[in-house]
């Protein structure tokens, strides 16, 4: 029996999805050993695996992928995830804030900030990817690059001052750098 996951996309994002003459789908299709039935009316995304795939977890991957460009991202940042260290994470802001549409509106903005300044900002700092679209908050990233940003947008919507999220910001930044400088000087242990 074959397995086969269902998953449901805006419309306006079908086009997105399947690319300039399929190359997006066909890649997803390739790469995953998956097959991506689309229905463009509906927004439905029926994904099956090929016969001869091995890898039992392709499909959720693809899956990943196909709610990863529903939810607003660029194909080449949902291609991302295509490395097993890469995860998608949503927040949907209605059940933060509610269902006020002008409550959702203002949140997005203090989350993009000015001309894109907040959110280019988190990116640049945790270095995971961000999108806003319609009433989500959507990241790209591994683990702790997803919960730096996870948490610089709760302190946004906590309706803490933008001053507060840039200080931990910049904090985080300089703990991820200084872990890295020490992984990179850390002499590999050998066997006695």
Do not use: C
Request: no cysteine; hydrophobic share 35%.
């Amino acid at each position: 029996m074959q397995t086969r996951i269902t998953t449901l996309i805006p419309k306006e994002r079908v086009g997105v999805l399947v690319g300039v003459d399929g190359e997006t789908k066909n890649r997803i299709e390739s790469t995953l050993n998956v097959t991506l039935q689309i229905a463009s009316e509906t927004g439905i995304v029926e994904i099956t695996p090929k016969s001869d795939s091995t890898d039992p977890v392709s499909p959720l991957r693809a899956r990943d992928i196909v709610t990863a460009v529903g939810r607003g991202f660029s194909p080449e940042n949902a291609f991302l995830l295509f490395d097993d260290d890469m995860v998608l994470d949503l927040i949907d802001l209605r059940e933060i804030i509610g269902r006020n549409e002008s409550d959702i509106k203002r949140m997005k903005g203090r989350i993009i900030g000015q001309q894109g300044k907040t959110k280019r900002i988190i990116e640049e700092m945790s270095k995971a990817r961000l999108s806003i679209f319609v009433d989500t908050v959507g990241f790209i990233g591994d683990y702790d690059t997803i919960s730096i940003a996870r948490e610089a947008v709760g302190i946004l919507l906590e309706g803490r001052q933008h001053a507060t999220l840039y200080r931990f910001l910049r904090s985080k930044h300089r703990e991820m750098k200084k872990k890295e400088t020490l992984e990179l000087w850390e002499r590999p242990v050998r066997p006695p």
